[in-house]
């Protein structure tokens, strides 16, 4: 039977928080940025920095747990049409039919 792929909600979610974050900021340098003086505008400039090089490490680590999810749908997949040939063959036809008689209706 198909195995359950593991979900890791907390990475997507800490992923949206840094992108709201680094929109935030930049936002905040864009409309502060020219009362900004020396070091004010250095310490806005660094804290926009790892803000954005944190939201780049969540969306480097999202994306590997994508790919991931991905190659092991496709290896569950891949498995399941090597035991059930004919269920696969079938339900391919299903499809091909249902989509056929959507695409001869208009």
Do not use: C
Not at 16 to 44: C, F, H, P, Y
Not at 58 to 85: I, M, N, S, W
């Amino acid at each position: 039977m198909m195995e359950k792929i593991p979900t890791q909600t907390g990475t997507r979610e800490q992923l949206l928080s840094d992108l709201k974050n680094v929109i935030q900021d930049a936002e905040a340098w864009l409309r502060n940025g020219g009362q900004l003086t020396g070091d004010e505008l250095l310490a806005a400039k660094e804290k926009f920095e790892q803000t954005l090089s944190a939201a780049k490490e969540g969306l480097a680590d999202y994306q590997h747990t994508v790919v991931e999810k991905t190659r092991e749908a496709a290896r569950v997949t891949d498995e399941y049409v090597h035991d059930h040939p004919w269920k696969s063959v079938g339900l391919g036809a299903a499809v091909g039919i249902v989509i056929g008689m959507l695409i001869a209706r208009r």
